[in-house]
């Protein structure tokens, strides 16, 4: 459950554990107002809380961090841990040597925690992988159950109620390995003096990532399980008879054979042998943990679970009524046939591991090969309607869980340990053993002499160290690859400021023609308005001498058909008349003049040798 995301390098904050709060030198007084005696009591809702969008990890029995943190948002101000800064150890009981766990986060709800510190500056990742104390092959502090209750050297197990399981902190990917559990309480022993209870119990195994802690070793296919009080081999919930019974104060070993890690294909990108992490860096209880969404259970593996064998059509022949009809036969034909169901997928085959197989030991006597084949660890290939969708689910510039279709470093099969109330073991990865095995085991499961002078199997204890490299590796990885995308993302950037700049560059270009032919056309337009119009040049061809008269560019007074006195054109016989007369066109009068007839007075024939005395009042005098 995240509810502060640090700005800069993306660092979700749980919201599981409010902010430190420095204290004052003097508490702040407490006000207390009654409310009013006949005021009635009313029931009010409570609110619910806030849905997240991941879970928030809780251990029972909650502690303050042990280290206050100057700030949240300024990751420079943070101690750069090499070794994380819990678990922070609470006895179950006075003088108990069995502690629950806190300030760290418990795998559940589909979520795994894994310590985080904080890089130096010039990193371009905020965080890479540290250690827990103590730095060794132990059971992990977040990979179990919160009802198994562990020693401070990790162990040590104690169970408390049910079917409870923990996993070791490093998982076999390939090679042979080895390692003793001994059963302190198992074997159905009592603890208390109520016999009515069932008593202590122990499964032990092997078990991959999608095994679920709640539950014993051996409920599904992703883990294979050794009972303690029958002998059986258990796998898919189905026990089968396999060695002998083991209980109290017997020593188990445990034998792992796997074949070396499969190559990914470097032409198949979808190919689930290749490593890649999907981890968000988050605060959790003033510790800085990776929160990795866990990989889930396949519909092919949980289709194995399926041993109900019914048939697919079941439907029963119903009775006969009581009272039937006399003559009428009861309808026997049975309930009408439902409509056909859309063909489901098909289911995705599972790969096993080949000439892979488990063994135990029971103080040192060799039971046999338990499994074979064992299922390949890496989760199936995803379909294209898989990928289509994850895709769509994909926001850009949001840092938020998807699900992991690739090996992320942490798959394999891990030492599993269920314990049933109140069993107790001890884990020894070695190197040393009560009971050491024969140098070639997978000789001895096959009935054959060893000859191996050296021993061809490797103690767990040997794994803890490998695995962190392993881890270390890939944080270099990423860190280089985190390098390559800045560059890339800035190489980017600057392009398309680049763009940016010539688009604009091009914009003010464009900006600037306009304007300039904007320009040019008012320049054009003032000229030609210096000039005068284009009608002036026909009415000076006109009335010859008049534009000197009017001035330079004003219109003609010619426009408008302006009248003159007769006396001024005695001697012209109407050449220069403003508008052409009958005589000279031959046409009706008034039709091509510029007569205006609202002007002549009513019931008024003008003379055709005098057109002029009806016209415009307007006389230009010379």
Not at 131 to 145: C, F, G, K, L, Q
Request: charged share 25%; hydrophobic share 35%; glycine share 8%.
């Amino acid at each position: 459950m995240l509810d502060e995301v640090v700005a800069g390098p993306v660092v979700a904050v749980a919201a599981s554990v409010a902010a430190p709060v420095v204290a004052a030198s003097a508490p702040a007084p407490v006000v207390v107002v009654a409310a009013p005696a006949t005021a009635p009591a009313r029931k009010r809702k409570r609110p619910a809380p806030p849905t997240a969008s991941s879970p928030a990890p809780s251990d029972p029995g909650s502690a303050n961090p042990t280290e206050v943190l100057s700030s949240r948002a300024d990751l420079s101000s943070r101690p750069q841990l090499s070794i994380s800064r819990g678990p922070v150890f609470v006895p179950v009981s006075d003088a108990s040597e069995y502690f629950k766990t806190d300030s760290i986060g418990v795998n559940r709800v589909g979520f795994r925690y894994v310590p985080a510190g904080i890089n130096p500056p010039g990193h371009a990742l905020p965080c890479r992988t540290i250690e827990s104390n103590p730095t060794a092959y132990r059971v992990s502090w977040e990979d179990r159950s919160p009802f198994i209750t562990v020693t401070k050297d990790g162990l040590g197990l104690h169970g408390t109620t049910g079917f409870r399981s923990a996993r070791c902190n490093a998982p076999m990917a390939e090679g042979r390995w080895y390692l003793e559990v001994k059963i302190l309480r198992g074997g159905g022993e009592h603890h208390t003096e109520n016999t009515r209870r069932e008593g202590s119990h122990v499964r032990l195994g092997w078990g991959r990532r999608e095994a679920p802690l709640n539950a014993p070793v051996g409920l599904d296919g992703y883990s294979y399980a050794y009972r303690d009080k029958t002998g059986d081999k258990v796998t898919l919930s189905r026990p089968r008879p396999y060695g002998r019974p083991f209980g109290t104060g017997d020593v188990v070993g445990m034998y792992i054979s796997l074949p070396p890690r499969r190559t990914p294909s470097k032409a198949d990108p979808h190919d689930p042998a290749h490593l890649r992490r999907e981890r968000i860096p988050i605060d959790l209880k003033g510790q800085e943990m990776f929160e990795i969404l866990e990989y889930p259970q396949s519909k092919e593996m949980a289709a194995l679970m399926d041993f109900s064998a019914k048939a697919t059509s079941s439907a029963s022949v119903p009775s006969a009524p009581k009272k039937a009809a006399a003559g009428k036969i009861p309808d026997r034909s049975g309930p009408a046939a439902a409509a056909a169901k859309p063909a489901a997928p098909a289911l995705r085959p599972l790969p096993v591991l080949p000439g892979s197989r488990i063994a135990f030991f029971v103080n040192g006597a060799c039971q046999g090969a338990a499994f074979t084949d064992l299922y390949d660890y890496l989760p199936l290939r995803q379909t294209d309607t898989q990928r289509k969708k994850e895709k769509r689910r994909t926001r850009e510039g949001v840092k938020e869980h998807r699900e992991n279709p690739f090996d992320d470093g942490w798959l394999g099969y891990y030492p599993f340990v269920s314990l049933f109330n109140d069993a107790v073991v001890r884990i020894n990865p070695g190197p040393h053993f009560e009971f050491p095995p024969p140098n070639d085991i997978d000789a001895l499961l096959d009935g054959t002499v060893g000859t191996a002078s050296e021993r061809t199997w490797r103690p767990a204890c040997e794994r803890y160290a490998e695995f962190m490299a392993e881890q270390w590796a890939l944080d270099a990885v990423e860190e280089e690859e985190a390098k390559a995308d800045a560059l890339r993302a800035a190489a980017h950037e600057k392009a398309e400021a680049a763009k940016k700049a010539e688009r604009e560059k091009k914009k003010h270009a464009a900006e600037a023609r306009k304007r300039a032919k904007l320009a040019a056309a008012a320049t054009a337009e003032a000229q030609q308005g210096l000039r005068g119009t284009p009608g002036a040049a026909d009415d000076e061809r006109s009335t010859p001498g008049l534009s000197a008269l009017a001035g330079l560019g004003q219109p003609s007074p010619l426009r408008h058909g302006t009248t003159y006195d007769g006396h001024a054109f005695e001697s012209v016989e109407n050449v220069f008349s403003p508008a052409p007369t009958p005589a000279s066109t031959g046409e009706v009068q008034g039709g091509q003049s510029g007569y205006n007839s609202e002007t002549e007075p009513d019931n008024v024939e003008a003379p055709a040798s005098e057109p002029w005395k009806y016209q415009s009042t307007d006389v230009v005098k010379f």
